[in-house]
């Protein structure tokens, strides 16, 4: 067996040296890159529609889910709308409410039950995947949107009569924090 000459061995040792500063700040300089603009937050994003302006962005998780809660304008009674983040989209999942009016769902079907809660309100399973939800701010309604124990009522996000749209994206570390995000 041939054994390396010993200023070959040492030759290459000392440029080794020289390069493996250089090569750790090189891959901390793309791990930070990679971190902080790589899209890699899942995020609702609210939005007015006219003009399209973001009022509000919140880091969530996939499956995670939110509340949007108003007071029917025909019957003036509280009605609960559960969506979920589910990929880049959301699910319409159910709503509860404790008496019908226009737009309130009277029938119970196999893919969409109608019941009784365990307090004796009603729920309609909707369970329906859109891409993104759209809501006209109202003027009676009081709609408010529930995230994580906060509650955010429409009119501080936009005007009354003016719609919103609630969607998911994927963004970066950098995109999050720059968008202002509440979490």
Not at 50 to 66: F, N, Q, Y
Not at 109 to 122: H, K
């Amino acid at each position: 067996m041939v054994e390396p000459a010993p200023h070959l061995l040492s030759d290459v040792i000392q440029r080794m040296k020289r390069i493996m500063p250089w090569a750790i700040v090189s891959m901390v300089a793309l791990g930070m890159i990679a971190f902080f603009w790589i899209p890699s937050q899942t995020v609702l994003v609210v939005r007015t529609v006219k003009p399209e302006k973001p009022v509000l962005c919140a880091r969530m998780t996939d499956g995670e889910e939110w509340m949007i809660s108003y007071t029917h304008s025909v019957n003036r009674r509280p009605v609960h709308d559960f969506l979920r983040i589910e990929g880049r989209g959301l699910r319409i999942v159910r709503s509860v409410f404790d008496a019908f009016g226009a737009g309130i769902p009277e029938i119970s079907t196999p893919e969409n039950p109608l019941r009784f809660t365990a307090d004796g309100r009603l729920e309609y399973i909707v369970n329906r995947p859109v891409p993104d939800v759209t809501i006209f701010v109202g003027r009676v309604a009081g709609h408010v949107l529930h995230l994580r124990e906060r509650e955010i009522p429409f009119v501080s996000l936009a005007e009354p009569g003016m719609a919103l749209r609630f969607s998911v994206e994927k963004r970066s570390l950098y995109q999050t924090v720059k968008g202002e995000c509440l979490w």
